[in-house]
């Protein structure tokens, strides 16, 4: 196959079933893989669309700056897209972003600005915001794609990744992605409840984020999870909620490395965990999880156990065995459970409160 240029790689991710972690032979359990996109995640997909309707809409012009916070692979995206289509990029960094990004990123030509400190509140994403809007005040046309709020983000997957899924599957019971911006959740959950009207959608988030409006306390994994409710976040088209904890995403990152020989990121981690939960529930469903980048990105780190002890996590803590993922999948640290919708009438709370029931 030949392509014209780099941004062509980009989508039709391909499809793997899940054969030996999950041995039942009624299961179908299938992990769609991101991490082939071009700049190596499903941040890519978001990327284009949203930089492709800037550039129909007359809001980002030729060799114009983009400018976004951003914790690691949005960043890859926009390097990507601004060394093809001649845009010059910054990203807003803080210094917990991985090196393996930022080399990425520079390596495409991307500038990097590096927040130092967090705002008075402690925040570093917020102080990334404040950083966004004085380059795009000093910068004249420059850009801000908005991950979080812009709808082309979801749009993307509503229109590209659900369709792929659709051409993929004549049936699907179950759909298990992760929760960041919401972005990829609720753009393929709005389609493909349309196209498969009893699929019953599942979103995975980090135990202690509070995209979902729980209490915010820290967690390690990487991709998923915030500390505030994102807009792009449509709960009318999710049904529950998994919030899967360190040890059992990082475990299953391993359990999927040496049974299935795919080496999954850290959210992938957790998605994938969440399924076989999901999966081992309903051993007659057929199952789809979005992993949504690759280990390659944490191979110096997660998948280091030295860098894991120098972070804190004991590596001995995590499940190496099929068997071991099986038994916790079976009796998961934080049970699945519905998502509950303020009724249509009440006042919306703010910021809005989804609670488990
Ligand atoms: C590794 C990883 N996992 C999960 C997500 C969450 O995706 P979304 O922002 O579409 O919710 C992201 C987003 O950047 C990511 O990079």
């Not at 930089?51 to 990507?80: D, F, M, Q, Y």
């Not at 520079?106 to 380059?135: H, K, M, T």
């Not at 993929?168 to 960041?180: N, R, S």
């Amino acid at each position: 196959m030949i392509y014209e240029n780099a941004l062509e790689l980009l989508g039709g991710t391909p499809v793997l079933r899940v054969r030996h972690v999950l041995p039942d032979p009624r299961s179908r359990l299938y992990v769609k893989m991101e991490g082939f996109n071009p700049s190596g995640s499903v941040k890519d997909r978001a990327a284009f669309h949203m930089v492709e309707e800037a550039e129909r809409r007359g809001e980002l012009r030729p060799g114009a700056t983009i400018v976004e916070s951003t914790s690691g692979n949005l960043g890859k995206a926009l390097a990507l897209i601004g060394a093809v289509k001649g845009y010059r990029v910054i990203l807003v960094v803080d210094p917990k972003t991985t090196p393996s990004a930022l080399s990425y990123a520079v390596s495409l030509g991307a500038e990097i600005d590096v927040v130092r400190e967090p705002n008075s509140a402690g925040s570093y994403q917020e102080a990334r915001f404040d950083r966004v809007r004085e380059l795009l005040a000093a910068i004249p046309g420059s850009y801000r794609p908005d991950q979080c709020v812009n709808p082309d983000n979801p749009g993307a997957h509503a229109l590209h990744t659900a369709r792929e899924i659709i051409d993929d599957f004549p049936q699907l019971d179950a759909l298990v992605v992760a929760v960041g911006t919401g972005g990829h959740i609720s753009g393929t959950s709005s389609t493909l409840r349309r196209h498969f009207p009893r699929l019953h959608v599942r979103a995975v988030d980090s135990f202690g984020s509070s995209a979902l409006g729980f209490p915010f306390a820290p967690y390690r994994v990487r991709g998923i999870g915030n500390s505030w409710v994102p807009g792009n976040l449509h709960t009318e088209f999710l049904d529950s909620l998994h919030l899967v904890d360190d040890v059992e995403a990082l475990s299953m990152c391993r359990v999927m490395a040496s049974e299935e020989g795919l080496l999954l990121g850290e959210s992938g981690g957790a998605v994938l965990f969440a399924a076989l939960a999901y999966a081992t529930a309903h051993p007659t469903e057929t199952v789809l999880a979005i992993a949504p980048d690759r280990g390659d990105n944490y191979l110096a780190e997660s998948y280091d156990d030295d860098w894991l002890r120098a972070e804190g996590v004991a590596p001995e803590e995590l499940w190496r065995t099929r068997a071991e993922a099986l038994r916790h999948a079976r009796a998961p640290g934080n049970p699945p459970a519905p998502i509950t919708h303020a009724p249509a009438h009440a006042p919306a709370p703010a910021p809005t409160v989804w609670s488990l029931s």
